[in-house]
């Protein structure tokens, strides 16, 4: 039986902290629009900012529907699930935005991921999520599943690239400025960091 907290605290801080993976749910406001899933992972990107506040890095990808469907209404939901131990699934429902290089507030949020080079994995973005609703509910269909360790594949790829080599890659992807249903992205140029 599923239910609902009032605060990201204690127990349930714990057990969003300690999964190596975690999916991003956004969707247009457009009801013939593309709604987008995204798994988000690699170890230290994501951090609880306090009861209320969590914020992920969002790094170079093949796509920006999550950062164009928050800048169009700012809608997102974060789910873990247990994929080892107790079963177990958390969704938090809230009011997401990007916060990007240029914005006053970039530095002190990225100081918040000590663990990550910020070159490495062509960082565009810090996406902060306040909560609106905390749920939990059992998880009793989710398969016990083992956690290897972090791919390497992406940071070998990006962090060859720098601020402006990273603009001219976003710049000749179809989907990074603008999103696939026409919103606005991830806005190009990237400024340094």
Same mark, same amino acid.
């Given at each position: 039986?599923?239910?609902? !907290?009032?605060?990201?605290d204690?127990?349930?801080?714990?057990?969003?902290?300690?999964?190596?993976?975690?999916f991003t749910?956004t969707?247009?406001?457009?009801? /013939?629009g *593309?709604?987008?899933?995204?798994?988000k992972?690699?170890?230290?990107?994501?951090?609880?900012?306090?009861?209320?506040?969590l914020? !992920?890095?969002?790094f170079?990808?093949?796509?920006?529907?999550?950062?164009a469907h928050?800048?169009?209404?700012g809608?997102?939901?974060?789910?873990?699930c247990?994929?080892?131990g107790?079963?177990?699934?958390?969704?938090?429902?809230?009011?997401g935005?990007p916060?990007?290089?240029?914005?006053?507030?970039?530095g002190?949020?990225?100081?918040?991921?000590p /663990?990550?080079?910020?070159?490495?994995?062509?960082?565009?973005?810090?996406?902060?999520?306040?909560?609106?609703?905390?749920?939990?509910s059992?998880?009793?269909?989710?398969?016990l599943?083992? !956690?290897?360790?972090?791919?390497?594949?992406?940071?070998r790829?990006?962090?060859?690239?720098?601020t402006?080599?990273l603009?001219?890659?976003?710049?000749?992807k179809e989907y990074?400025? *603008?999103?696939?249903?026409g919103?606005?992205?991830?806005?190009?140029?990237l400024p340094?960091m």
């Amino acid at each position: 039986m599923g239910k609902t !907290y009032e605060r990201i605290d204690g127990r349930l801080r714990s057990f969003i902290e300690e999964q190596p993976l975690f999916f991003t749910a956004t969707a247009p406001l457009s009801g /013939d629009g *593309t709604v987008n899933l995204s798994p988000k992972g690699l170890k230290g990107s994501f951090v609880v900012l306090d009861e209320l506040t969590l914020a !992920y890095l969002d790094f170079a990808g093949s796509n920006a529907e999550t950062v164009a469907h928050l800048r169009e209404n700012g809608r997102i939901t974060l789910m873990w699930c247990a994929f080892q131990g107790p079963p177990n699934i958390v969704r938090v429902h809230g009011r997401g935005e990007p916060v990007f290089r240029d914005d006053p507030r970039f530095g002190e949020l990225l100081a918040r991921f000590p /663990d990550i080079d910020p070159s490495t994995h062509g960082l565009r973005a810090i996406i902060v999520v306040t909560a609106e609703l905390v749920r939990d509910s059992c998880g009793f269909a989710v398969p016990l599943m083992t !956690y290897d360790g972090d791919r390497e594949l992406h940071g070998r790829r990006f962090g060859r690239e720098d601020t402006a080599s990273l603009s001219a890659y976003f710049a000749g992807k179809e989907y990074i400025a *603008t999103s696939m249903d026409g919103l606005p992205g991830v806005p190009l140029p990237l400024p340094e960091m």
